[in-house]
């Protein structure tokens, strides 16, 4: 396995500065130094340089999550094995990489149309204190959190991540249809090279903003507890509400953050110290208890 983490995000946003402020005052991130991306909002979460990039565009969307390769002996070697696989590999500029932060970057498209970017050597950031009094968030060696990605070509997807980049199942989530005549639900989970149970989720619907859902770790039960607060103040959608997750143990919520982005805020997630140990679940509840759905209908 050699992808580390996820290291960044990627949203284009008609306004990067709303979505700026909204995760300072909700969530708590912080404000970056400009990396050069022109029209572009920074955003920290940790002593990382930035973990947000919010691009301006003409569509609210999520464009792309980077993942960080341990080496660049790693990221050489990850190139050459989509290049084996054929499929196609856009190695970044050095002005792209200067964007990210990064020493390199390279991005492919996966079987359901994904941007996938990965790179090695992430510049130094600096000490950061998150807003609100809170503790900061759960990320270091873990990345910035994990993501749900929509994956209609779901088996091919799957392969791609597992067979081409090397990602571990953690759980194989069954859930009944959403609504009658549609398919089965289904959610595959992967984990990378760190204790976090996934960081990578491939849900087998599509959807119009690019990601199911975000999610940021905080350190306690009181600080996902005023982040709700603070959800609720800004008038933003609580689309689950709170609960806890059958395979990572998470607990969390769940709401629309500015854009129509999916994002849980969540505590306590399962670390998983040694994964040669563990033996991956296929699951058929999504919960122990909570995450009361109230998602709005397309159409209604
Ligand atoms: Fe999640």
């Not at 990067?16 to 991130?29: E, H, I, Q, R, T």
């Not at 920074?42 to 341990?70: C, E, H, S, W």
């Not at 609960?243 to 399962?270: C, L, Q, T, W």
């Amino acid at each position: 396995m050699s992808v580390a983490n996820l290291g960044y995000v990627i949203l284009e946003m008609q306004d990067p500065s709303a979505w700026a402020k909204f995760a300072k005052d909700v969530l708590g991130f912080g404000g970056a130094r400009s990396f050069g991306e022109k029209g572009a909002k920074y955003l920290r979460m940790d002593n990382a340089p930035f973990r947000y990039m919010i691009r301006k565009g003409t569509a609210d969307r999520f464009v792309a999550g980077g993942y960080q390769m341990p080496s660049k002996k790693a990221f050489e070697a990850q190139i050459a094995a989509f290049e084996k696989a054929k499929v196609i590999v856009m190695r970044g500029s050095d002005k792209d990489a200067a964007h990210r932060a990064v020493k390199a970057v390279a991005s492919v498209v996966d079987p359901s149309g994904n941007l996938v970017e990965f790179y090695y050597g992430r510049d130094k950031g600096g000490d950061f204190k998150a807003g609100h009094g809170i503790k900061g968030f759960k990320t270091g060696q873990m990345g910035l959190g994990h993501m749900v990605l929509p994956a209609p070509e779901t088996q091919k997807t799957i392969n791609f991540y597992r067979k081409l980049m090397g990602f571990g199942v953690s759980d194989d989530l069954s859930l009944p249809a959403f609504a009658e005549g549609l398919p089965k639900q289904r959610i595959y989970f992967m984990h990378a090279d760190n204790p976090r149970h996934h960081t990578l989720g491939l849900y087998n619907f599509p959807n119009p903003t690019g990601v199911i859902h975000l999610m940021a770790e905080m350190n306690n039960m009181d600080e996902v507890g005023h982040c709700m607060d603070r959800v609720k103040k800004a008038g933003l959608h609580i689309f689950a509400s709170l609960g806890r997750h059958a395979n990572d143990e998470m607990i969390s919520f769940y709401f629309f953050a500015p854009g129509g982005i999916g994002f849980e805020v969540g505590y306590d997630g399962k670390q998983i110290k040694d994964w040669s140990k563990f033996k991956p679940t296929k699951s058929t509840v999504g919960d122990i208890w909570g995450h009361e759905y109230d998602v709005p209908v397309v159409g209604e």
